[in-house]
């Protein structure tokens, strides 16, 4: 019986409502981000230059989640979904081409990163809005996020060296005539 095989496989369809969905949250952000520049330009004159660094780091902010809906949004839908089809696509982000699940978590995991970083600078910037106490909750998830993601490069670095045929590296790619041809890389012992 060849109908449930079919039916689970054409199940990954199911995601794409919610990878439209992240699009939708991606327009949000635009939406937030312009906002945000209009009131930086529209008080440039009235604020201090922490407040301008504050401002500013929050737009920072802003573009480091959108990276991340981005890396999600290609990068799962790619793996997870269907091919995009963007081969020789001058746009094709270069990640693209060796993105799986482990190299997209350990991607995620570094923009998590990048991004409570540049929460924890606008607390040190100006920690009389913070108490200590939430000063040292935000260096405690910092350090969470950075311990989750050496654990994740890690695992999927020892899963890559442990199954080297189930994790072959990418074809190499060489110019012949001005087209790019595929050749297999030879696995080191």
């Not at 790619?78 to 990640?95: I, K, N, Q």
């Not at 899963?159 to 790619?173: D, S, V």
């Amino acid at each position: 019986m060849r109908a449930l095989p079919h039916l689970v496989f054409m199940s990954r369809w199911l995601q794409v409502p919610l990878y439209l969905g992240l699009i939708v949250a991606q327009a949000v952000y635009v939406v937030l981000f312009l906002k945000e520049v209009w009131h930086l330009v529209s008080d440039a004159m009235k604020l201090d230059e922490t407040s301008i660094m504050l401002v500013v780091l929050g737009l920072i902010d802003v573009v480091m989640i959108s990276n991340l809906l981005i890396m999600v949004i290609i990068g799962g839908y790619e793996t997870f979904v269907s091919r995009l089809g963007l081969d020789g696509h001058p746009d094709e982000p270069e990640w693209l081409d060796h993105v799986n699940a482990g190299v997209l978590k350990v991607k995620l995991s570094m923009a998590l990163i990048s991004i409570s970083s540049i929460h924890l600078l606008k607390t040190f910037i100006s920690p009389d809005q913070n108490t200590t106490h939430t000063i040292m909750w935000q260096v405690i998830i910092h350090v969470t996020f950075l311990v989750s993601a050496l654990v994740m490069a890690f695992v999927d670095r020892l899963t890559t060296h442990t199954h080297p045929k189930h994790f072959e590296e990418p074809a190499a790619l060489h110019a012949v005539g001005g087209i790019k041809v595929s050749t297999p890389l030879k696995a080191q012992d």
